[in-house]
């Protein structure tokens, strides 16, 4: 290889550096997201709403939907509410259509103050939109507009208890009673959420259920976009068996360009931000419809609906859908429901991130703490790398040893560019140097540097994750940028082990690449930098020995 192509891969790798220098530049001072659109202050519904959902077409098994799920609106902020205590969640339930108003998580804390718990559902049209809504579909049937009776105002999961239920109840219409009913578990975060129909009519009664999510458009505080095509995902999800995974983006939505599965007799659909997410679970395999649709100027609609079985008079019926409302918790997300497991998503990266996470939670599950895991983890790579490495750093070491041999050259063919490229390529040929040798290590890791890159970024187990002393959370950059001032120390260090090139443009460039990295590495998270850094010093050591073996047998040879 000549050295004008030597160059050009120098360059690009400086030019990789600059890209990356820019990007988290631009991630570190990105504007705050729009505010949510406000509700109206008398109904709470949203202004521009339609009248109904589109009706969605059914396969011929399934009846088309007469009328479809009322327009969306928001809770009052005068309507009485259930307040919900448990081990993992502190709820309010409106009487208003038993919307689920308010689901605060007990074990996780709020991105900006730690000091306070994680908020996910939350109806306050001033600061953000995200509510859990269902009801049914039929003439003189409750729905989420419907003004329920609270049985009472207060609810906790006591001690030794496994589940606390809210009951409420429709007033009763055409000869239907109706109740819902709210069930909150100990150690879950899956809501059942229930209807149990009377028919005490003359008539058959045929309805229909529809389970929705209400939210605005505004990203979590926590939400990151990144270099690499790849982005946290804030926006609706289906999963259905035949097309699996599919994200909506919201701008999908506005453009009425979104593309998803309509129908089919399995699946689910959620709602789905930067580490947490929530979906509505039907169970069975019941011919069921998903719709997705924009509401009002920053206000989305993601649903399910189905038909219930025929109730004949005097007969009772119940329909049940789980709503999971909590962290993407990988390792329980599959056992729930199929596909579940996918909301945590890398997109292109998923085929290195995946696996590179299931390692490290085997090696977390030993240690119990995700900074020695991220060390153990570099470890690992090291000696799975070694063979690559050791090739590598001896052939620097020899470039090292035949730097003199290069110099003389340099002088004694300074005037013929042509004829001292082929003499260097001749040396090298000669002694067995690959002039590219100190680019492989770090090209190598790249990959797995993105990958846990958005594996840090991504999971919801690194949200907090302390290691020790000042970093307490390794999902964030060092506060106090201690870990990349060592890291570009270590950089330094490791480029003094290397032989000087003898191109001027090189040479600058392995000068400055020390000084790129550190304020690159700057606004990085702090796992991400451990990392680096441990790589670094196993490097360094790697590399010292085998530059002093070789450098040993060369003077042995004069």
């Not at 209400?214 to 804030?234: M, N, Q, W, Y």
């Not at 997109?347 to 590179?356: C, K, N, Q, R, Y």
């Not at 492989?440 to 020790?468: D, K, N, S």
Request: charged share 20%; aromatic share 12%.
């Amino acid at each position: 290889m000549d050295k004008k192509r030597l160059n050009t891969i120098l360059l690009l790798t400086f030019m990789f550096s600059l890209f990356m220098l820019w990007d988290a530049w631009e991630r570190a001072h990105k504007p705050p997201p729009a505010p949510a659109v406000e509700a109206t202050a008398e109904t709470g519904a949203v202004p521009g709403a339609p009248a109904a959902v589109p009706s969605v077409a059914t396969a011929s098994a399934v009846p088309t939907i007469a009328s479809a799920a009322p327009a969306a609106s928001l809770p009052g902020t005068g309507v009485p509410k259930a307040t919900v205590k448990t081990d993992l969640f502190s709820a309010e339930i409106s009487a208003q259509g038993g919307d689920l108003v308010f689901l605060e998580l007990e074990k996780h804390r709020a991105t900006l103050d730690a000091s306070k718990n994680f908020i996910l559902f939350q109806n306050d049209a001033k600061q953000h939109i995200y509510v859990g809504q269902s009801g049914l579909i039929g003439e003189g049937l409750p729905n989420h507009k419907t003004m329920y009776s609270l049985e009472k105002s207060e609810y906790t999961l006591a001690d030794g208890q496994e589940a606390v239920s809210v009951r409420l109840t429709a007033p009763a219409a055409n000869g239907v009673k109706v109740a819902k009913i709210y069930t909150f578990k100990r150690g879950s975060y899956i809501i059942d959420v229930s209807y149990e129909l009377s028919n005490t009519s003359a008539a058959p009664l045929t309805p229909y259920a529809y389970f929705q999510i209400l939210r605005d458009g505004k990203e979590p505080d926590s939400a990151t976009s990144g270099a690499f095509g790849v982005t946290t995902f804030t926006g609706p999800a289906v999963y259905t068996d035949a097309d699996k995974f599919q994200k909506v983006k919201f701008e999908e939505i506005t453009k009425d360009k979104a593309k998803y599965a309509h129908k089919a007799d399995n699946g689910w659909i959620g709602l789905v931000q930067h580490y947490f997410f929530s979906a509505w679970l039907p169970q069975g395999k019941v011919e069921r419809e998903f719709y997705i649709d924009k509401l009002g100027a920053d206000l989305f609609r993601a649903g399910v609906k189905f038909p219930l079985d025929t109730i004949a008079p005097g007969k009772t019926g119940k329909v049940e859908v789980p709503l999971y409302a909590g962290p993407q918790e990988q390792d329980k997300l599959e056992s729930i429901a199929p596909g579940l497991d996918l909301v945590v998503d890398y997109g292109w990266l998923t085929i290195v991130a995946s696996p590179l996470f299931w390692v490290m939670e085997k090696i977390h599950g030993q240690l119990g703490n995700w900074g020695w895991t991220i060390i153990a983890l570099t470890v690992l790579l090291k000696l799975i790398f070694f063979p690559l490495s050791a090739a590598s750093y001896k052939s620097m070491a020899k470039m090292r040893v035949v730097m003199p041999q290069m110099t003389r050259l340099k002088d004694s063919y300074k005037d013929d560019r042509a004829k001292l490229n082929q003499e260097m390529m001749e040396l090298y040929k000669r002694e067995k140097i690959n002039p590219l040798g100190g680019c492989l290590p770090v090209l190598v890791q790249i990959p797995v540097f993105i990958a846990l890159y958005w594996v840090l970024l991504g999971t919801v187990e690194m949200r907090g994750a302390p290691w020790l002393g000042w970093i307490t959370d390794l999902s964030v950059q060092d506060p106090y940028y201690i870990l990349p001032l060592l890291m570009g120390a270590s950089m330094f260090f490791q480029t003094r082990l290397n032989p000087t090139p003898p191109d001027p443009v090189q040479a600058k460039v392995m000068t400055w690449m020390p000084v790129l990295f550190t304020v690159m590495f700057l606004w990085f998270p702090a796992g991400l930098v451990l990392y680096w850094t441990v790589n670094n010093l196993l490097s360094i050591a790697q590399q010292w020995h085998v530059t002093k073996k070789i450098e040993e047998a060369a003077a042995a040879k004069r």
